[in-house]
Nanobody, 121 residues
């Protein structure tokens, strides 16, 4: 399984971006999917996750109310809608599939490459 992340870019504080993560196979109905991010000099941190059933979402406290994770099964794609962006949201964002030990731990089987989000103040 390969994951392709896209949608990063430069945005001003308060703006919005939508990240996409497209899988090479139809996995969204089988695996939980998550988004993580890593800022320079920091560890990778959990952002959001969506259960394989699509009925449970989990968010990091720092993005609750601003970010929304969703999926479109027909396109094998998971989205991360990011609103009210802050400079501290600047990071490489990674999508992942098949959580092996909890949504918020970076212990997923499959990982996409990062897509850079830069939020200017």
């Amino acid at each position: 399984v390969q994951l392709q992340a896209s949608g990063g870019g430069l945005v001003q504080a308060g703006g919005s971006l939508r990240l996409s993560c497209t899988a090479s196979e139809q996995i969204l109905g089988a695996y939980a999917v998550g988004w993580f991010r890593q800022a320079p000099g920091k560890e990778r941190e959990f952002v959001a996750a969506l259960a394989w059933s699509g009925d449970r979402r989990q968010y990091a406290d720092c993005v609750k109310g601003r970010f929304t994770i969703s999926r479109e099964n027909a396109k094998n794609t998971v989205y991360l809608q990011m609103d009210s962006l802050k400079p501290e949201d600047t990071a490489d964002y990674y999508c992942a599939a098949d959580a092996r030990s909890g949504f918020d731990r970076p212990n997923y089987t499959y990982w996409g490459q990062g897509t850079l989000v830069t939020v200017s103040s």
